[in-house]
């Protein structure tokens, strides 16, 4: 499994949850990973509080490969920097 944290929800949604710095662009990197392999999340929660961002993003139907793909890169993303 990935850095990021990936929780199964139930059998077809996993929920990705990190912390990063709260910075403009890595929201919209993190949601990019999803919109190049065709995926709309079916929910997303960022909260910005000081200098952090705390994200949940939830996506449905993805195969098991897939979502550890997803959450290695959402890892990678610069300034992800705490997963709970």
Do not use: W
Request: charged share 25%; aromatic share 4%; glycine share 6%.
């Amino acid at each position: 499994m990935s850095a990021v944290l990936a929780l199964k929800r139930n059998s077809s949604t996993i929920r990705y949850c990190f912390e990063a710095d709260a910075e403009p662009g890595v929201l919209p990197r993190a949601l990019e990973l999803l919109a190049k392999r065709g995926l709309v999340p079916a929910r997303v929660y960022a909260q910005a509080d000081a200098d952090q961002l705390s994200v949940e993003i939830e996506v449905e139907g993805l195969e098991a490969d897939t979502a550890d793909h997803v959450g290695r890169s959402l890892s990678q993303i610069v300034g992800v920097r705490h997963i709970f």
